[in-house]
């Protein structure tokens, strides 16, 4: 179904709510994915008057909530590294946290996740590999953190999976996208940033160091990121943007492009609606990584249509190669296995096999 953005934009009310109602109609059950062409998954929302309600329920159509679909968990098996040492000296671990309403629940289901996933992995990796851990948000609309701009001026996420399908709702979303070669909107995280908790944008550790105070930061700063970002989730442009130089003043010294694994692990549970083409991000990360390209890994908490679907987010994650770790985002009480033992098994291997330093 296409939208008539006019009709939209002659009834007497505020451009996000117009944004509002033009979404929820052309994502109806009628609406189509622009990257498959097949038709959004049924998430058991309903609907009033055309505007989608997002379920109560944390039903994942059909599939087991306590194990979610078989290839979550499709992992190669843990090698026995013995005496071997590592190919890479350094880890740089990207989280991409959306920061909408709503989001509470999962921000602390990660942070509570996140200890176990610190012990596999300093389990895993050899004694002083250089740790960073940073954090960017979904947001490239707000200008205001905590003030006008979300919940109360961003419409309600997308609940089916599928966004930007026609040229009139690319045009409206263009409304919430506001990159950093823009300007800086001032919000912490936002645009790509880090995002700046107790003083830091990243958390500097290494695999020897007592893991409690990096534990600590990043619980605090996973339920810091918030509810108030935009509910236009982009975590694509946010993933390529956290790597570009345009946003230096925050990022420098984050992403280190010599003998070291970058890992973009994603959470967020609306279908991506960033605007620029997915070549346009994909790029900003490799010329970060121009050196080691195939040390970029992804994975994510995820809605399960985004992989089932090959939504855009998707696309990107399945862009650098290996296959990406995910689990649903609805199953919290599994965070621990996706974020944790299965996660860090696979960076290891990834950082036994990276390519010498010549």
């Not at 009628?30 to 997002?54: C, E, L, N, Q, R």
């Not at 996706?338 to 036994?352: D, F, P």
Request: charged letters at 15%.
């Amino acid at each position: 179904m296409r939208v008539d953005l006019r009709h939209t934009a002659s009834v007497r009310r505020s451009p996000a709510l117009a944004l509002f109602l033009a979404l929820a109609l052309a994502c109806s059950p009628a609406g189509s994915s622009s990257d498959t062409g097949a038709g959004p998954t049924d998430t058991g929302a309903s609907s009033s008057g055309g505007i989608i309600i997002p379920p109560t329920s944390t039903s994942t159509g059909g599939i087991d909530p306590t194990t979610g679909p078989a290839e979550k968990y499709d992992l190669p098996e843990q090698k026995d590294m013995g005496d071997l040492s590592p190919g890479c000296g350094a880890v740089d671990i990207l989280f991409v946290i959306d920061n909408s309403k709503s989001m509470g629940q999962f921000q602390a289901a990660l942070a509570d996740a996140f200890p176990q996933f610190v012990d596999a992995m300093i389990a895993n990796l050899p004694e002083k590999v250089s740790l960073h851990v940073g954090i960017t948000t979904t947001d490239f609309y707000c200008t205001d953190a905590g003030g006008n701009c979300c919940p109360d001026t961003c419409p309600v996420g997308n609940t089916l999976c599928t966004i930007g399908s026609t040229p009139e709702e690319i045009e409206a979303l263009k409304t919430f996208y506001n990159p950093p070669t823009n300007g800086d909107n001032g919000v912490n995280g936002s645009q790509g940033r880090l995002f700046t908790h107790e003083g830091m944008s990243f958390f500097a550790a290494n695999t020897s160091d007592d893991p409690a105070p990096l534990k600590a930061w990043f619980t605090g700063a996973a339920v810091a990121a918030g509810e108030q970002g935009s509910s236009i989730e982009m975590p694509v442009a946010a993933a390529g943007f956290a790597t570009s130089d345009v946003n230096a003043a925050t990022n420098a010294g984050f992403v280190r492009d010599t003998d070291a694994i970058l890992l973009i692990i994603f959470l967020t549970n609306d279908p991506d609606a960033s605007l620029e083409s997915l070549k346009t991000y994909e790029e900003m990360v490799l010329a970060a990584k121009k050196n080691c390209p195939e040390c970029i890994l992804t994975a994510g908490l995820l809605k399960p249509c985004v992989p089932a679907e090959n939504q855009r987010l998707w696309q990107f994650m399945t862009a650098f190669g290996d296959k990406p770790i995910w689990g649903d985002i609805d199953d919290k009480a599994n965070y621990a296995k996706t974020v944790g033992k299965a996660l860090a098994s696979t960076l290891t291997e990834a950082c036994i096999n990276i390519p010498p330093v010549g």
